[in-house]
């Protein structure tokens, strides 16, 4: 049987839910929160996504990007 899935793209929080039912399932990410920080931490030249990446921006100076305020947009961004 299929599924239903739906995605909330909030500009600092996402978070997905199946239909299983009749109801709405919120899905943990892999951290076990039902919703995820809408960021990229670099560290190194390499990406951290979620609330592991917004830790990394923010607590160790490094550089971070907000994804939603950026998608959709043609831009390039450079970082580093």
Do not use: Y
Not at 53 to 73: F, L, P
Request: glycine fraction near 18%.
């Amino acid at each position: 049987m299929s599924k239903m899935m739906g995605i909330e793209l909030g500009r600092r929080k996402c978070c997905v839910a199946v239909l299983e039912g009749g109801e709405a399932k919120v899905m943990p990410n892999a951290e076990g929160n039902r919703t995820t920080a809408s960021v990229i931490g670099l560290k190194n030249g390499e990406g951290e996504v979620g609330e592991v990446g917004k830790g990394e921006g923010m607590s160790k100076g490094n550089r971070m990007i907000w994804i939603k305020g950026e998608m959709g947009r043609e831009d390039k961004v450079e970082v580093e």
